[in-house]
């Protein structure tokens, strides 16, 4: 079985301040794909990233970063300086177990405040 | 010019109607799927397809049933129509199962 956590429901930061969004999962498969994905209120899903099982190196996108951990199945989401047009609801994702299935965590929302 | 597109946007209907939400994609992708998304913004995958194959059917009652005519296409049909059933639905495509995947618009359906 696999399952994808996100403990933080709703966060809310001032402009300009960091925000982390945890994401911890669970798979018994060794090799597996980790996503990040965006809803902004005007409601499409945006890809953010995509990392697999064997690549642990951190990954740094403009003000985005992502930090994989494998020992602590954590698959974290740092937005530096956040704007107001961060605002939005993330989800975090894992495909395991064949890549057959896909389960996207409860999303967090995220309000950044001008 | 648009990648993955759905039809209608909105759909509002009544109990025990039966309906149609058609998926096109045109990035040439192999596998397409199907997510609802409740009111609560939880997102389930209900259904995938790889060039053409179902390979994923979740527990979803049979009242709905996906259809694949070309690899380019995914459409879901859904019949007699439940209060339960109002969420946003969303297809999907990617290159493959490993790989992001690229979403519609959303469809919002509404069952009165």
């Known amino acids: 079985a696999q399952k994808v956590t996100q403990a933080q429901t709703e966060i809310s930061v001032v402009e300009k301040e960091d925000v982390t969004l945890d994401c911890v999962y669970e798979t018994r498969d060794t090799t597996y794909y980790l996503f990040w994905y965006k809803q902004p209120p005007s409601g499409e899903l945006v890809f953010l990233i995509r990392r697999n099982s064997f690549d642990e190196q951190n990954e740094i996108s403009g003000r985005y970063s992502w930090n994989f951990q494998k020992s602590t199945s954590s698959f974290n989401f740092t937005i530096t300086a956040s704007q107001v047009v961060d605002s939005a609801v993330y989800f975090c994702a894992l495909a395991s177990g064949g890549y057959q299935k896909v389960t996207f965590g409860i999303g967090t929302k995220l309000q950044v405040i001008p | 010019d648009t990648a993955v597109s759905q039809t209608p946007k909105y759909l509002v209907t009544q109990m025990g109607n039966d309906k149609s939400i058609k998926c096109e994609q045109n990035?040439?992708?192999?596998?397409m799927y199907w997510y609802k998304q409740d009111s609560k913004k939880f997102l389930k995958i209900m259904f995938s397809y790889n060039n053409k194959e179902l390979i994923i059917n979740e527990t979803v009652p049979n009242r709905f049933s996906p259809k694949s005519p070309d690899k380019a296409h995914l459409n879901l049909h859904i019949n007699s129509l439940e209060l339960g059933d109002s969420a946003v639905y969303f297809c999907?495509?990617?290159?493959?199962?490993?790989?992001?995947?690229?979403f519609g618009p959303g469809t919002r359906l509404t069952v009165t």
């Open positions: 990035l040439g992708h192999d596998t």
């Open positions: 999907a495509s990617s290159p493959d199962r490993a790989y992001e995947q690229y």
